[in-house]
């Protein structure tokens, strides 16, 4: 495989031009028809096989109530006795007519009517307005016009506020733009960390090419498939870090071959085939990881991890081909100045037969003084190690799975208002509403009516709703007394479907966005262990037939495991207990869905890889040609240090940039990403690593004998430790 990657890398080189111009339009052409297509994204949750997909399947055979009317946006204005203020709704609701073309009813033409319907409280303080319309497919125009028309409302002092899906369109459109932010974070440290503008922009610029072919892939497929938004903010960022990664660490490679006399094809050919296939392997390992979300059985979890895959894996197609053309064609420039005068001092003393001296590439500074350091006293280090993770794990062991809602969006934005103003006029359970499906007609309204006063009987339950027959089924909403992400609600939910419901005559089915979280929930922790373990079996495997070796895979796992349990720590303690959320925009603790910390998982475990193969690719390589297990622990360490400590800069700054997104759950993958990367590039690599690698000395690296050794092009035995 090396000779391989070394040849592609060379080949490349040599045809630099024709590469760089073949992706660039490859990717272009696929960008941009998938912009002008649009994509079709769609946060839709099925849980298939739950009780709430067969509500859900009951409803879209009843004459189109889920799948052929348009969405639908609640509109709300609350004010001191809005009846006062009837021209001011008037005119709103002739503004919203105008925008949209269609009849908009007003609640105050017929008070008591729209009080026993819901769309005005009591007391006729606040009421609800509905526009139909995808605010993607109307555009952003539509959606400023919709926002201006309720300006009359607004100036006269009432409260405003849009729920999803406009509201949430128009609290985007008011955020910061993650990716751009991450993007320039990570062109500033490139700059500093290489002394070079030209091999700052070689990283950056791959990854911007890798996550734009990846995420034109996942806009084109959104049309076929149910692809949330969350989906693609995940591949960038993911993208966006691995891509610049990989380069970095070919950069790195690169510029030490320049160092050392090569041209500058021969040196992608040597950077090929000494981190090319470590780069295809990390990059591999992150995308078998991320794919193992299609464990979960939920489409909405596994295009998490398709999307995550497919922008990764373009992100290796890219450093395995692109980046050796950019860096052939960049060439010397890919050095520092300084770098440069000394590598052609280097090449002119060689000429005239003297040995050449060695030049700021071949002197690894501080990481050549720190890495013996680091090995001198594993025992230390490794206990110290330790107890710094247990302390950032030990809040993992309180982690508790919830329910996120609009409830939780940032303070002021329209989502958030939205429930706050419909929690406060018409009682919290009216944003978390059940609804109650099974077939059947008019004959069935008996039983339904015996059902409904059972249910309304409960305490937990504020009101239900008369059962509506349409086409062969019937449906009745319930109104919880408690929101969406409160424990009551979730008791309830379970209650009517073990007790209330089996007790009718009723075979019903408990339906809505909260008994469809409810569901995932299940879902999550009844395949969790599932995905744990094939996800540390298939990366175990891919480390034993990479560095041939039985106790690093073991050893890598670990790692890992405990950078995730540290990461988990982190999000436990910020977002569940409320510690510095201000910081991040919101005022107070949130739950953490359940698919979050599955998808963390698998991302963090494959993250988590990409250092441990650059690590150990170095190490190996210094372990075959010395024999000596701790001389090639310090090597390694020496050699990687830096472009680990730089990439992990990078990561760091793409993965914090990504919790100025107004997405609350964005903000989680965010932290909690960025806290994995810190712990491991720090905490692990740093210390943990060193001192397990020190105290396996030679038997880190067994095998059994009578293999063939990557590289060799020939069968032979290694003596045995």
Not at 15 to 42: D, E, K, M, N, S
Not at 427 to 445: C, D, I, M
Not at 687 to 714: C, E, H, I, Q, S
């Amino acid at each position: 495989m090396k000779h391989f990657v070394s040849s592609l890398a060379r080949a490349c080189a040599r045809h630099r031009w024709l590469t760089i111009a073949a992706w660039v339009v490859a990717v272009g052409a696929l960008f941009t028809t998938a912009y002008i297509v649009g994509p079709a994204l769609q946060d839709d949750l099925e849980v298939t096989g739950s009780d709430s997909q067969v509500a859900a399947d009951l409803l879209e055979g009843d004459g189109g109530t889920e799948g052929d009317t348009a969405p639908t946006s609640r509109i709300v204005l609350a004010g001191a006795d809005l009846r006062a203020q009837a021209d001011v709704v008037d005119g709103v609701v002739e503004g919203l007519e105008a925008v949209t073309g269609e009849t908009i009813g007003n609640p105050l033409d017929d008070p008591a009517a729209a009080t026993r319907a819901g769309t005005l409280a009591e007391g006729g303080d606040a009421l609800v307005l509905t526009v139909s319309g995808d605010p993607k497919e109307e555009g952003r125009a539509w959606q400023e016009d919709i926002d201006t028309a309720l300006d009359p409302a607004r100036d006269a002092g009432l409260e405003v506020a849009i729920s999803a899906p406009l509201g949430t369109q128009l609290d985007r459109a008011g955020g910061v733009n993650s990716e751009l932010v991450g993007v320039v974070a990570a062109l500033i440290v490139l700059f500093f960390a290489l002394g070079s503008a030209l091999a700052a922009l070689a990283p950056v610029a791959t990854g911007i090419i890798a996550v734009a072919g990846g995420v034109g892939s996942v806009w084109l497929l959104s049309h076929g498939f149910t692809i949330s938004e969350s989906a693609v903010t995940l591949a960038i960022m993911i993208g966006l870090g691995v891509g610049i990664d990989y380069t970095l660490f070919l950069l790195s490679r690169f510029r030490s071959a320049l160092s050392e006399g090569e041209d500058p094809v021969e040196a992608a050919a040597t950077t090929g085939h000494t981190a090319g296939e470590a780069a295809m392997m990390a990059g591999i390992t992150v995308a078998i990881c991320a794919l193992g979300l299609v464990i979960s059985g939920v489409e909405f979890v596994a295009w998490l991890g398709y999307a995550t895959a497919m922008v990764v894996l373009v992100a290796v197609a890219a450093t395995l081909t692109l980046t050796p053309a950019v860096l052939a064609a960049i060439g010397h420039r890919a050095l520092a100045r300084r770098e440069r005068r000394g590598t052609r001092a280097a090449r002119s003393t060689d000429t005239e037969g003297a040995e050449p001296s060695a030049t700021p590439q071949a002197r690894r500074g501080a990481w050549e003084r720190l890495a013996p350091r680091l090995t001198r006293h594993p025992v230390i280090a490794g206990l110290s190690a330790v107890i710094v993770l247990v302390v950032l794990s030990l809040p993992t062991l309180s982690l508790q799975f919830g329910q996120s809602s609009a409830g939780d969006a940032l303070p002021g934005s329209n989502q958030r208002e939205s429930f706050d103003l419909t929690a406060q006029y018409w009682g919290a359970g009216e944003n978390a509403p059940l609804l109650l499906v099974a077939e059947g007609g008019e004959a069935q309204l008996p039983d339904w009516q015996r059902l409904a006063a059972d249910v309304a009987a409960r305490e937990d339950v504020a009101a239900v709703s008369p059962p509506v027959p349409r086409d062969g089924v019937v449906t009745m909403q319930v109104t919880p007394t408690t929101g969406p992400s409160e424990e009551e609600t979730a008791a309830l939910v379970a209650a009517l479907r073990t007790e209330v419901i089996p007790a009718s005559a009723v075979d019903a089915h408990i339906g809505g966005a909260v008994a469809t979280r409810i569901d995932l929930s299940d879902r999550i922790s009844e395949r969790l262990p599932w995905l744990i373990g094939i996800v540390i079996a298939a990366s175990m495997v891919l480390v034993a037939f990479t560095f041939r070796s039985i106790l690093l895979p073991i050893k890598a796992a670990l790692c890992n495991l405990l950078s995730i349990a540290a990461a988990f720590g982190v999000l436990v303690w910020v977002f569940q207990e409320g510690h510095g959320v201000e910081l991040l925009g919101l005022d107070g603790p949130m739950p953490i869905d359940p698919y979050v910390p599955m998808m963390l998982f698998a991302v963090l475990f494959g993250l988590s890889m990409d250092y441990e193969v650059f690590l150990l690719t170095s190490m190996r390589q210094a372990w075959l040609r010395d024999r000596d297990a701790r001389a090639a622990t310090t090597r390694g360490l020496a050699e990687t240090g830096g472009v680990i400590s730089a990439a992990a800069i990078i990561m760091i700054a793409v993965f914090v940039s990504f919790t100025f997104d107004t997405n609350p759950v964005i903000k989680v993958f965010g932290v909690g990403l960025a806290a994995a990367v810190l712990v491991d590039a720090t905490v692990i690599r740093l210390l943990f690593v060193p001192a397990v690698m020190t105290l396996l000395g030679r038997a880190a690296w067994w095998w059994p004998r009578g293999r063939r050794v990557p590289g060799d092009g020939y069968r032979r035995r290694l003596p045995q430790p």
